[in-house]
């Protein structure tokens, strides 16, 4: 049994080890983007590479919360696809281009889900 301290630290490292795979899966979804658009088999090469590496950290990531109390795999992967998404529109530029309201809808809706796995608890 694993005490409330273990516990805690497991949780917080899925999480953020969750989020740094959405980021590393958003650089691999825009550089395939670019390879394919550009017709450039170096950049979808380099795109397989960095998906390669952020199923690895996923995967570290629900070994650590399979550890844990907490395994509602659902709601990780729910934030994961989020940080993708988000990721993909900051690391394209396409964010920035966005309205503001837009801006502020999106980052709502983001903490709307992180309030969601915070919850689930």
């Not at 490292?13 to 088999?41: M, P, Q, W």
Request: proline share 1%; aromatic share 16%; with cysteine.
């Amino acid at each position: 049994m694993l005490s409330q301290l273990q516990n805690t630290a497991l949780l917080i490292a899925a999480f953020v080890l969750t989020c740094v795979a959405g980021i590393i899966e958003a650089k691999g979804y825009v550089h395939s983007f670019d390879g394919i658009r550009d017709n450039d088999i170096w950049k979808v090469t380099i795109a397989f590479s960095i998906y390669s590496f952020g199923i690895i950290v996923d995967f570290i990531a629900l070994f650590l919360l399979r550890n844990s109390s907490f395994f509602v795999p659902e709601i990780m992967a729910m934030l994961f696809m989020a940080v993708v998404i988000v990721g993909i529109a900051i690391f394209s530029g396409q964010f920035f281009k966005w309205s503001a309201i837009d801006q502020a809808v999106s980052c709502m809706v983001f903490g709307g889900l992180l309030f969601l796995a915070y919850r689930h608890e």
